[in-house]
């Protein structure tokens, strides 16, 4: 018998990455480029072996948790809080809002931003669709904001297809319609949330944002309804066009999968032919230019009538406008569980008609990030709220408050948020 060989120890296998090009740091957690060959957040060699205690993991919630102090600099504690920060801006998701803004919209829209910055957890870009003379104005208030690290902002002037782009501009209000081409000319985003200018969050963005994930494989878009209460509707007793649903639907909240909506080819009533978004625009607004009355919201009533499987349907609390409140509350999620999205329309932010509606505005606008919300905010608009109450709206005052109040209570209990 020959002398035995000791067997071969196979050569170690490099453990398979699931992010090619990066690796992370056994120390601190950082992902580091492929290049690096030490930690760019605490110096440690790449592959190296550090000790630790396996029964304690680190909880990303917490910013106070501290490096080894033979890793970490002079100044572990803020070294840590800076990667928390860090880390939790990469493993953010992004969410997208875009807003129309024409004429002396200024004032409403920032305030709408305002409070989506606010209360929101997640990472925000702001797609602003304004006219010329409005974009200074956006751009020396939104950079006054930057400390707050959370947001950022595209601006991008007025368009409309070079056909009939007069007609579209004044189908309804100044630039309204812009909103029908967002995913025409945002062609790299792949969900939005469209909001009108009269919009206030009184919860987090990320809560609808987190509507997305609940469509089915055929919806592409997620709106309220016009009205709850037929006897009250408009489209169910005026209109002279096909409509969603038994009151049709109201585009002040829009959340759409891009993505889809550019994807989807439409049935429609002009010809056998499925079409696309971009080929579906026209062709309704020559047809139906002269029976709409509210402009892209009927171009839109239109298309869902069409296509119902396309649409996702969300609670009129998403989207609570004057019509829940002045002839009886009809908004049965509001009463249980509050307003979540405020919709001023009809002005009323503005003058006296429904007067909570304009002091939920005006605490809005007026308070500012430093402020403690508690006693500037919310205690002053609990005695503004009870002087309304000789109104409709004014008697359920209470709905308007109570997930404002737990918002604002939310966002002391949570870890301090990174802006």
């Given at each position: 018998?020959?002398?035995?060989?000791?067997?071969?120890?196979?050569?170690?296998?490099?453990?398979?990455?699931?992010?090619?090009?990066?690796w992370d740091?056994?120390?601190?957690?950082?992902?580091?480029?492929?290049?690096?060959?030490?930690?760019?957040?605490?110096?440690?060699?790449?592959?190296?072996?550090?000790?630790?205690?396996?029964?304690?993991?680190?909880?990303?919630?917490?910013?106070?948790?501290?490096?080894p102090?033979d890793?970490?600099?002079?100044?572990?504690?803020?070294?840590?809080?800076?990667?928390?920060?860090?880390m939790?801006?990469?493993?953010?998701?992004?969410?997208?809002?875009?807003?129309?803004?024409?004429?002396?919209?200024?004032?409403?829209?920032?305030?709408?931003?305002?409070?989506?910055?606010?209360?929101?957890?997640?990472?925000?870009?702001?797609?602003?669709?304004?006219?010329?003379?409005l974009?200074?104005?956006?751009?020396?208030i939104?950079?006054?904001?930057?400390?707050?690290?959370?947001?950022?902002?595209?601006?991008?002037?007025?368009?409309?297809?070079?056909?009939?782009?007069?007609e579209?501009?004044?189908?309804?209000?100044?630039?309204?319609?812009?909103?029908?081409?967002?995913?025409?000319?945002?062609k790299?985003?792949d969900?939005?949330?469209?909001?009108?200018?009269?919009?206030?969050?009184?919860r987090?963005?990320?809560?609808?944002?987190?509507?997305?994930?609940?469509?089915n494989?055929?919806?592409?878009?997620?709106?309220?309804?016009?009205?709850?209460?037929?006897?009250?509707?408009?489209?169910?007793?005026?209109?002279?066009?096909?409509?969603?649903?038994?009151?049709?639907?109201?585009?002040?909240v829009?959340?759409?999968?891009?993505?889809?909506?550019?994807?989807?080819?439409?049935?429609?009533?002009?010809?056998?032919?499925?079409?696309?978004?971009?080929?579906?625009?026209?062709?309704?607004?020559?047809?139906?230019?002269?029976?709409?009355?509210?402009?892209?919201?009927?171009?839109?009533?239109?298309?869902?009538?069409?296509?119902?499987e396309?649409?996702?349907?969300?609670?009129?609390?998403?989207?609570?406008?004057?019509?829940?409140?002045?002839?009886?509350?009809?908004?049965?999620?509001?009463?249980?569980?509050?307003?979540?999205?405020?919709?001023?329309?009809?002005?009323?932010?503005?003058?006296?008609?429904?007067?909570?509606?304009?002091?939920?505005?005006?605490?809005?606008?007026?308070?500012?990030?430093?402020?403690?919300?508690?006693?500037?905010?919310l205690?002053?608009?609990?005695?503004?709220?009870?002087?309304?109450?000789?109104t409709?709206?004014?008697?359920?005052?209470?709905?308007?408050?109570?997930?404002?109040?737990?918002?604002?209570?939310?966002?002391?209990?949570?870890?301090?948020?990174?802006?």
């Open positions: 018998m020959g002398d035995k060989k000791s067997p071969t120890r196979p050569k170690r296998q490099p453990k398979p990455s699931t992010d090619e090009g990066y740091c056994s120390v601190c957690t950082f992902r580091n480029s492929a290049e690096a060959f030490k930690c760019m957040m605490c110096d440690v060699r790449k592959g190296t072996s550090t000790r630790y205690n396996k029964d304690v993991s680190l909880s990303y919630w917490n910013p106070y948790w501290m490096l102090s890793v970490c600099g002079m100044n572990c504690f803020w070294e840590a809080t800076f990667r928390y920060r860090l939790k801006t990469q493993s953010s998701e992004t969410m997208h809002l875009a807003v129309v803004a024409c004429g002396e919209r200024l004032e409403e829209t920032v305030t709408m931003i305002k409070s989506a910055v606010i209360f929101s957890i997640q990472p925000l870009q702001f797609h602003i669709f304004a006219e010329d003379q974009q200074h104005s956006f751009k020396n939104l950079n006054g904001w930057k400390f707050l690290q959370t947001f950022n902002y595209t601006i991008y002037p007025i368009t409309f297809p070079t056909e009939n782009a007069a579209w501009k004044k189908l309804f209000k100044p630039c309204a319609s812009q909103r029908l081409f967002l995913p025409l000319i945002l790299e985003v969900s939005l949330l469209y909001v009108d200018t009269d919009i206030l969050f009184l987090p963005v990320d809560d609808i944002w987190s509507l997305l994930k609940k469509f494989s055929t919806q592409i878009a997620a709106m309220a309804p016009e009205h709850e209460e037929p006897r009250i509707g408009w489209y169910n007793r005026f209109a002279r066009h096909p409509y969603y649903g038994k009151t049709g639907i109201n585009s002040g829009m959340l759409m999968n891009m993505t889809r909506m550019r994807r989807k080819y439409f049935k429609n009533d002009m010809t056998t032919a499925h079409l696309q978004w971009g080929e579906i625009l026209m062709p309704l607004l020559k047809k139906y230019k002269l029976n709409i009355t509210w402009g892209d919201q009927d171009l839109l009533n239109i298309m869902f009538f069409h296509n119902p396309s649409l996702f349907v969300f609670p009129c609390h998403w989207n609570y406008r004057p019509d829940h409140c002045i002839y009886g509350s009809n908004c049965q999620e509001a009463e249980e569980e509050g307003i979540f999205i405020l919709h001023g329309n009809r002005g009323v932010y503005h003058d006296d008609k429904q007067p909570v509606f304009r002091a939920i505005y005006e605490a809005l606008r007026n308070c500012s990030f430093e402020d403690d919300k508690v006693h500037s905010l205690h002053p608009l609990e005695l503004e709220l009870q002087k309304t109450v000789h409709y709206c004014g008697r359920i005052h209470k709905i308007f408050m109570k997930q404002l109040t737990k918002s604002i209570r939310d966002s002391y209990n949570r870890p301090t948020k990174e802006r």
